[in-house]
């Protein structure tokens, strides 16, 4: 049986990833709307990555006899200004995320509750590589973005980036 504080905390992480992936398609919209659809592309694929991060987190807790309390999701709140702005908002996001598993990881280790250890050990790999995406993409940007013809190649390279499910086994 899971821990009260822990299946509060893995509750809340359900909420936060599908608020990630509204964020990530207000990215994608706004990417959408100035046409360019490589990047609307990179931020709808981020959006399916996190609507199913909420999908495991949810699995976990059914898998382990401990309710599922689905609350309400907030509504994006960010504008920009430039095209930079949902990138670096995005690697902020992503480093938040990563101090609320880490919260969670803290919590399960603090009870000796190894098996929703090992179950975070995959979203802690998981948000190390979501920083370096994000911030090699900004990096990216801030390289080739203020060159239309730079921009163009980076937006087109992005139209490449497909879908994985993930394949964590619980």
Do not use: C
Request: aromatic residues 14%; glycine residues 4%.
């Amino acid at each position: 049986m899971l821990d009260k504080t822990v299946a509060e905390l893995l509750n809340t992480q359900i909420n936060k990833e599908f608020y990630s992936a509204y964020l990530y398609l207000d990215f994608a919209n706004y990417y959408k709307d100035a046409e360019l659809n490589g990047f609307h592309n990179w931020y709808q694929v981020q959006a399916q990555e996190e609507r199913d991060h909420a999908m495991l987190f949810i699995q976990y807790l059914q898998n382990n006899d401990a309710g599922v309390t689905l609350e309400a999701i907030d509504k994006p709140d960010k504008s920009f200004e430039d095209f930079r702005g949902p990138l670096e908002a995005g690697l902020e996001h992503e480093r938040y995320v990563t101090g609320l598993i880490h919260v969670i990881y803290d919590a399960a280790y603090s009870v000796k509750d190894f098996r929703t250890m090992q179950f975070l050990d995959w979203f802690v790999k998981e948000q190390g590589e979501e920083e370096k995406n994000a911030s090699e993409l900004l990096k990216r940007y801030d390289l080739f973005g203020h060159d239309p013809k730079g921009l163009y190649m980076l937006d087109s390279e992005l139209a490449a980036r497909v879908y994985a499910a993930p394949s964590l086994v619980l």
